[in-house]
């Protein structure tokens, strides 16, 4: 389990017939996770300052491809503070930049994504985008709006976004779980 909180940007040393090397400070061991870009992988190997994910067909066949820097966040340990919202790591989809517009220090970004996602989207709930937990500032037909300030920026890699990037979605979970559990509820009345 994820905060959103990216810890740092970590920069892609290779990735090659699914072996993912990152440079990074983070302190991780054999078996830990990892969120790479909103993507829970297990760590292979860490040492002298990379750590190596071994990433699967499955994985690669549900996220965007890994650009030359990733947010990077290490899983959740009981009782570090929860700062973002539940993230659990398994992106729902990949979202297309529609627009990055300035708005005062920050940016307004547009995202569109697939019906499927969008319908567990409302303003002012989260959404992951790339790992980072946000909150959704608007909502139209295809698509949703996040607001970055100049911290997002800064510390992670949704300051480079531009129209056209892709990128790694994961809703909130507890919409899905609502969402299951309502046809249940419905039925008892």
């Avoid at 040492?47 to 965007?64: I, Q």
């Avoid at 820097?69 to 659990?88: C, F, I, K, M, S």
């Avoid at 708005?103 to 569109?112: H, I, L, M």
């Avoid at 790339?130 to 295809?142: H, K, N």
Wanted: hydrophobic share 40%; charged share 25%; glycine share 12%.
């Amino acid at each position: 389990m994820f905060t959103g909180i990216v810890q740092e940007r970590g920069r892609v040393a290779s990735f090659d017939g699914g072996r993912l090397v990152i440079e990074s400070r983070i302190a991780a061991e054999v078996g830990d996770s990892v969120a790479v870009d909103g993507v829970c992988l297990t760590v292979t190997d860490a040492r002298n300052g990379t750590l190596v994910f071994d990433v699967v067909v499955e994985t690669l066949s549900r996220v965007k491809l890994f650009g030359t820097q990733v947010n990077l966040e290490p899983a959740l340990r009981a009782g570090d503070p929860l700062g973002g919202h539940y993230v659990q790591g398994h992106v729902d989809g990949v979202g297309s930049v529609r627009s990055v517009e300035p708005e005062g220090e920050g940016k307004r970004v547009w995202v569109d994504a697939a019906p499927e996602l969008l319908r567990y989207l409302v303003e002012k709930g989260s959404i992951t985008v790339e790992g980072v937990s946000l909150t959704v500032a608007g909502l139209d037909e295809d698509g949703f709006a996040v607001a970055l300030v100049p911290h997002t920026l800064a510390a992670t890699t949704l300051g480079n976004l531009a129209p056209g990037d892709k990128v790694n979605l994961e809703t909130d979970v507890l919409a899905k779980y609502v969402e299951k559990l309502l046809p249940g509820l419905r039925s008892s009345e």
